[in-house]
């Protein structure tokens, strides 16, 4: 079965840090690129952080960017999202994503076109003094 | 960052109707669009990709067409089970893949 489970959220206060992880399995991990999208309770999906199957090629939302770093381990079929100087925006509830994440070629070209198609259950995350 | 605008942001229909939601893009994104379906306390379910590629599995009242900067989800026959909130999410920047702020479909 194609799943991902997220975990590492919690509470925490403004200033501090967080490690997101996302376990995979059921498909070949390195073969796609991921994703990070997050909600607010009672709003709208934003997409977070995005990385290429090989981790050679990273984006970021402005609105964290600076801030988080999204990573991946291959060997162990996980993603990560450190999440450094939180803020009480930051509060929602983080999702992992198989795919949703363009990027450029080593020669410049966009791939453009990416979609999220398998989603996990989402891990809280909670800023507050 | 391309802008995504939906609208409406909420509509009331009856089982049966057919209804459309349609999706601005700030600028062209030719036919990198996505729609996305979720229901409450549920992660996202994706639709459609590329504006009109029906995703596997999701069934064929659901359809998606536009290209450019304008875009339309339409289901034929609204079923009970379609009571949700429904997001556009443009994927032709290299940046950030942004989304539309949800149109939420309620029941008549």
């Known amino acids: 079965e194609v799943q991902l489970v997220e975990s590492g959220g919690g509470v925490v206060r403004p200033g501090g840090s967080l490690r997101l992880s996302c376990a995979a399995s059921?498909?070949?991990?390195?073969?796609?690129?991921m994703s990070w999208v997050r909600q607010v309770p009672g709003k709208g999906l934003e997409w977070v952080s995005g990385?290429?199957?090989?981790?050679?090629?990273?984006g970021y939302a402005d609105s964290v960017k600076g801030r988080f770093t999204i990573s991946r381990d291959n060997a162990k079929n996980i993603l990560f999202l450190q999440m450094n100087s939180l803020r009480a925006e930051d509060t929602a509830l983080y999702y992992c994503?198989?795919?949703?994440?363009?990027?450029?070629?080593?020669?410049?070209?966009?791939?453009?076109?990416?979609?999220?198609?398998?989603w996990g259950k989402g891990t809280t995350v909670t800023v507050s003094s | 960052d391309i802008q995504m605008t939906q609208s409406p942001s909420a509509l009331s229909a009856s089982v049966g109707d057919r209804v459309s939601i349609t999706c601005r893009a700030s600028?062209?994104?030719?036919?990198?669009l996505n729609w996305y379906q979720q229901k409450p306390g549920k992660a996202p379910n994706l639709l459609i990709h590329?504006?009109?590629s029906l995703q596997s599995g999701v069934p064929s009242r659901f359809s998606g067409s536009g290209s450019g900067t304008d875009f339309t989800l339409t289901i034929s026959s609204l079923q009970p089970e379609d009571f949700a909130t429904y997001y556009c999410?443009?994927?032709?920047?290299?940046?950030?893949?942004?989304f539309g702020g949800g149109t939420k479909v309620e029941i008549k």
């Open positions: 999410q443009q994927s032709y920047s290299t940046l950030a893949l942004t």
């Open positions: 990385i290429k199957w090989d981790g050679s090629s990273t």
């Open positions: 600028q062209n994104i030719d036919s990198f």
């Open positions: 590329t504006a009109s």
């Open positions: 059921g498909f070949t991990f390195d073969d796609n690129g």
């Open positions: 994503g198989r795919g949703g994440y363009n990027y450029n070629s080593r020669r410049g070209s966009p791939r453009r076109g990416s979609y999220t198609d398998v």
